[in-house]
């Protein structure tokens, strides 16, 4: 029983409720509420498959109703709205990006054919949120030590995925969207802010990124022009995806940083020679 009590104590809070997570399972069951209401023609396909007078459950989609469970339960540990609205923010602005950059180019289309659909937009941000507590758990459990070993692990990972990448678009090569779409991701791989935290957020992302594309490509809410359920570009690309944000995260935090520290220089430079001249008097 000591053991037991001493292990329990050790381990880290990392299912917490708190005030922001109200906030954020709100916003989320909100934002589910608002695409059906908007969208309902959507929601009438999709309840459409199921045969509610006979074996319903049978027609049911479990692996939808698990991702929903599965992201709304880690949104709400540990939420912080402080850093989990930049979060939401950069997610929905690269999200609009990507999708706009896959239905542009013809890599992906969705069966309601828009280009892209915003009613998958909220989708990103959410999931980014979920990948961030992913994260979290594994950078906890995970050995921080032996720095190279993650280096090496990082760079196999990286360099096969922008293969892969190269593979998979170019077909697509000819498009601005896709140029740009290489060169954010070599500056990515190429810059690394932190080996192992840059390989955990990546192996997150690929992870979940995986049952979301399992069930979008074989519900076939969208399709890729390969058209397998899944292809394993769109699996890493939820991993690469997560590593753009949380980058793009840091970056934000940096200027903002840099913004307040210049915006205060005036002051203490008008305090400090208000001191000097009441020194000399």
């Given at each position: 029983?000591?053991?037991?009590?001493?292990?329990?104590?050790?381990?880290?809070?990392?299912?917490?409720?708190?005030?922001?997570?109200?906030?954020?399972?709100?916003?989320f069951l909100l934002v589910i509420f608002?695409?059906?209401?908007?969208?309902?023609?959507?929601?009438?396909?999709?309840?459409?498959?199921?045969?509610?007078?006979?074996?319903?459950?049978?027609?049911?989609?479990?692996?939808?109703?698990?991702?929903?469970?599965?992201?709304?339960?880690?949104?709400?540990?540990?939420?912080?709205?402080?850093?989990?609205?930049?979060?939401?923010?950069?997610?929905?602005?690269?999200?609009?990006?990507?999708?706009?950059?896959?239905?542009?180019?013809?890599?992906?289309?969705?069966?309601?054919?828009?280009?892209?659909?915003?009613?998958?937009?909220?989708?990103?941000?959410?999931?980014?949120?979920?990948?961030?507590?992913?994260?979290?758990?594994?950078?906890?459990?995970?050995?921080?030590?032996?720095?190279?070993?993650?280096?090496?692990?990082?760079?196999?990972?990286?360099?096969?995925?922008?293969?892969?990448?190269?593979?998979?678009?170019?077909?697509?090569?000819?498009?601005?969207?896709?140029?740009?779409?290489?060169?954010?991701?070599?500056?990515?791989?190429?810059?690394?802010?932190?080996?192992?935290?840059?390989?955990?957020?990546?192996?997150?992302?690929?992870?979940?990124?995986?049952?979301?594309?399992?069930?979008?490509?074989?519900?076939?809410?969208?399709?890729?022009?390969?058209?397998?359920?899944?292809?394993?570009?769109?699996?890493?690309?939820?991993?690469?995806?997560?590593?753009?944000?949380?980058?793009?995260?840091?970056?934000?935090k940096k200027i903002v940083a840099r913004?307040?520290?210049?915006?205060?220089?005036?002051?203490?430079?008008?305090?400090?020679?208000?001191?000097?001249?009441?020194?000399?008097?």
């Amino acid at each position: 029983m000591i053991r037991y009590n001493f292990m329990m104590q050790k381990l880290p809070p990392l299912i917490r409720w708190t005030r922001s997570s109200t906030i954020l399972l709100s916003g989320f069951l909100l934002v589910i509420f608002l695409i059906m209401y908007i969208w309902w023609p959507l929601a009438q396909d999709y309840l459409a498959y199921v045969d509610w007078h006979g074996a319903w459950w049978l027609y049911v989609d479990w692996l939808l109703i698990g991702i929903f469970l599965f992201m709304s339960v880690t949104i709400v540990a540990r939420a912080d709205l402080r850093t989990d609205g930049l979060i939401v923010l950069v997610a929905t602005v690269g999200g609009l990006v990507i999708e706009a950059w896959g239905t542009q180019t013809n890599l992906w289309f969705y069966y309601t054919s828009e280009r892209p659909p915003l009613w998958i937009i909220p989708a990103w941000p959410i999931a980014t949120l979920s990948i961030d507590r992913i994260t979290r758990a594994l950078s906890y459990f995970l050995p921080k030590e032996n720095k190279h070993t993650y280096q090496v692990l990082y760079w196999l990972t990286f360099v096969l995925f922008y293969g892969l990448m190269l593979i998979f678009v170019s077909p697509t090569l000819n498009k601005s969207y896709t140029v740009l779409a290489l060169l954010l991701c070599t500056i990515l791989i190429f810059t690394p802010a932190d080996y192992r935290m840059t390989f955990l957020i990546f192996i997150a992302g690929a992870g979940l990124g995986y049952f979301l594309e399992l069930w979008g490509t074989t519900r076939q809410c969208w399709t890729y022009y390969t058209y397998q359920t899944p292809p394993l570009f769109a699996v890493l690309a939820h991993g690469i995806a997560a590593v753009a944000f949380w980058r793009t995260g840091l970056l934000l935090k940096k200027i903002v940083a840099r913004f307040r520290l210049l915006r205060n220089q005036p002051i203490k430079s008008q305090i400090e020679s208000s001191q000097s001249t009441g020194h000399e008097e």
